[in-house]
């Protein structure tokens, strides 16, 4: 079992910056990869962006150039380090990973950013 504990939402005005953190507990041992999803109202749940523990990132377009995923050496927590917010980034934020097959999701934290 893995559990994801998510910190570091809140509420930015736009142009502003947010880092979320998620750590990693439990069976954490051949994580490959780990990443972040967000879901705003009336919205599909989306990928944000993805890393694997070869290094490499994915993001969705509308986040590219402003957003940057990052982990540990461990892969026991990622960071998502946000900037140049929109008030489209509003939404609440999942952190995310993948074990032997398993998916397993963070609890969510709010992102909310508005004037």
């Known amino acids: 079992q893995v559990q994801l504990v998510e910190s570091g939402g809140g509420l930015v005005q736009p142009g502003g910056s947010l880092r979320l953190s998620c750590a990693a507990k439990g069976s954490i041992s051949d994580i490959a990869v780990m990443g972040w999803y967000r879901q705003a109202p009336g919205k599909q749940r989306e990928s944000v962006a993805i890393?694997?523990?070869?290094?490499?990132?994915n993001y969705v377009g509308s986040v590219k150039g402003r957003f940057t995923i990052s982990t540990n050496n461990a892969m026991s927590t990622v960071y998502l380090q946000m900037n140049s917010l929109k008030p489209e980034d509003t939404a609440v934020y999942y952190c995310y990973t993948v074990r032997f097959g398993t998916n397993y999701w963070g609890q969510g934290t709010q992102v909310t950013v508005s004037s």
């Open positions: 890393i694997t523990s070869g290094g490499t990132p």
